[in-house]
C-alpha cells in the first residue's frame, strides 16, 4: 500500500499505540518493520519496534528468533 510519510505515522499511533513524537522518529526509506511485545504477569508492559532499510529484512527465520529471543530476556529481566 502506498501512503504518505504523515500517513504512515498515523498508522503507528493508531494501530500499534506508538506516541507521535516517536512515530516522527521513524524514517520514510524503511521496508521492514518488526514489533514484539513484552509481556510481565500476561499483561503487554511494553513493544520491542525495529524497523530496517533492507526490505524482507525480518523474513529470515533466524533473524526473528534471535529477536525473540532478545526480547524474552528483556521479559524476563523486568520480571525480576
Do not use: H, N
Amino acid at each position: 500500500k502506498t501512503m504518505t510519510f504523515d500517513q504512515w505515522c498515523a498508522g503507528l499511533v493508531e494501530s500499534y499505540g506508538m506516541a507521535a513524537r516517536d512515530a516522527k522518529a521513524t524514517r520514510p526509506d524503511r521496508y521492514a518493520f518488526m514489533a514484539v511485545p513484552v509481556k510481565k504477569e500476561g499483561e503487554v508492559v511494553g513493544v520491542v519496534y525495529l524497523d530496517s532499510s533492507v526490505p524482507g529484512f525480518f523474513d529470515d527465520g533466524a533473524v526473528r528468533d534471535l529477536i525473540i529471543a532478545g526480547c524474552v530476556g528483556v521479559a524476563k529481566w523486568i520480571g525480576e
